[in-house]
């Protein structure tokens, strides 16, 4: 059976300020999806959060980019602001850049990863959402995942994977991209996804059998938009088992935080904390910024599931370790490299703070 799986996501509002979702927009986008549902737009759908960002998970067979479903997500997204600015909710609206829907979410503000597949005899899926961090915060797990072997053993040992993936990578803000085979081009790969504010992970494929084995968002918000508006907080599907990583291999890159953009203001470094749905509500300094990841298997584009997958004591380690970098990084305050280099701050003052000192810089 051909199913396509589109997670898309927005921050419509914040309860309380940015650190998580209110029950009542949840409540709300369940009936909407429900509706979709009985229309026949869609299969089947999972609503989560993850912090502030409300999450629509759905199975279809509309392909990617499919206006139906990008409207289905888009009205969803709108009617769930009403709600949020009844409550009054932080930000109610904060990531729809748009009045009017126009064909695609893509540009509008939402985060989108999509992915069309024949379902396998067993289909596991793995999605990952993050809060307080921007797209290229997969770069490393995924480089982990499909490329090393320290990691996934897999492309060791087994021969359905030793042939390698290749890795889409787009450059955002120059809106280019180019195709990595590796192993080979790792060296040439890493110059590039090590820089994750500019180059993101976009897709990557199977090198022989071509079949699409992970997809991200790699949206970003600020270059959208021309000013602050929140971060991207990104999302990433990823195929597991089989001619894939195993499911360990897909969440061992998470045992070990990694710094990530994104926190406080969109304008600091900070440890990816892997946590489950529940605890994602990044309330200390708006942070450390966190990821969900929950497992399902698709039989006839139901979605089996969830499993809450860092909901496993597993990851406790990793948590104390995020939140033992956390402390040290905070005692930073405003300095670098807590602080983002100044041209990748979100927020700034430093246009007026120079203005108003024009006068009391003299030549050295
Ligand atoms: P099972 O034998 O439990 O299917 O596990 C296979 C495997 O290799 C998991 O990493
Ligand atoms: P969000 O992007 O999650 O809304 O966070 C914004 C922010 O600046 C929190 O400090
Ligand atoms: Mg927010
Ligand atoms: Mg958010």
């Known amino acids: 059976m051909n199913v396509t799986l589109s997670v898309i996501k927005a ?7 940015h650190s998580s979702s209110h029950p009542d927009v949840l409540e709300n986008a369940d009936k909407c999806m429900k509706r979709a549902v009985k229309d026949g737009v869609i299969l089947d759908y999972h609503v989560t959060k ?11 067979q509309l392909g990617e ?19 949020a600015r009844t409550l009054k909710l932080h930000g109610a ?7 009017a829907f126009s064909g695609n979410v893509k540009g509008m503000g939402p985060g989108v990863a999509e ?26 797990p995924l480089y982990e995942m499909f490329a090393d072997p320290m990691n996934t053993i897999g492309l060791v040992i087994a021969d359905n994977m030793h042939g390698g993936f290749s890795f889409e990578v787009h450059d955002v803000k120059e809106h280019k991209k180019i195709t990595f085979n590796t192993p080979e081009e790792v060296y040439d790969m890493l110059v590039f996804i090590g820089a994750p504010s500019r180059f993101a992970v976009k897709n990557i494929y199977h090198r022989e059998t071509k079949e699409i084995a ?6 970003k918000l600020s270059l959208m938009a021309g000013r602050y508006v929140g971060k991207d907080d990104p999302v990433c599907i990823v195929r597991s088992q089989g001619q894939f990583p195993a499911v360990g291999e897909v969440l061992e890159p998470f045992a070990n935080p990694h710094i990530v953009e994104g926190w406080m203001r969109g304008s600091h470094n900070g440890p990816l904390m892997p946590v489950s749905v529940e605890e994602s509500n990044p309330s200390w300094f708006d942070g450390p910024p966190r990821v969900t990841c929950l497992g399902f298997q698709i039989a006839n584009g139901k979605l089996v599931g969830p499993r809450d997958m860092f909901q496993d004591l597993a990851f406790d380690f990793a948590r104390k370790q995020a939140l033992e970098m956390a402390y040290y990084l905070r005692r930073m305050g405003p300095f670098e490299p807590h602080r983002l280099p100044l041209e990748e701050m979100e927020y700034t003052t430093m246009p007026q703070v120079q203005k108003k000192l024009e006068g009391r810089f003299t030549q050295l």
Do not use: P
């Open 50 to 60: 993850c912090g502030d960002d409300l999450q629509l998970i759905m199975t279809h």
């Open 65 to 83: 980019n499919s206006e139906k479903v990008h409207k289905l997500a888009w009205d969803s997204f709108v009617e769930c602001t009403q709600i």
């Open 214 to 219: 992970a997809a991200s968002s790699t949206q």
């Open 11 to 17: 921050d419509i509002g914040g309860y309380v300020g």
């Open 93 to 99: 609206g904060q990531d729809l850049l748009s009045d």
């Open 115 to 140: 992915m069309q597949f024949i379902e396998r005899q067993a289909e596991t899926v793995i999605i990952f959402m993050a809060d307080k961090t921007s797209s290229g915060a997969w770069n490393l």
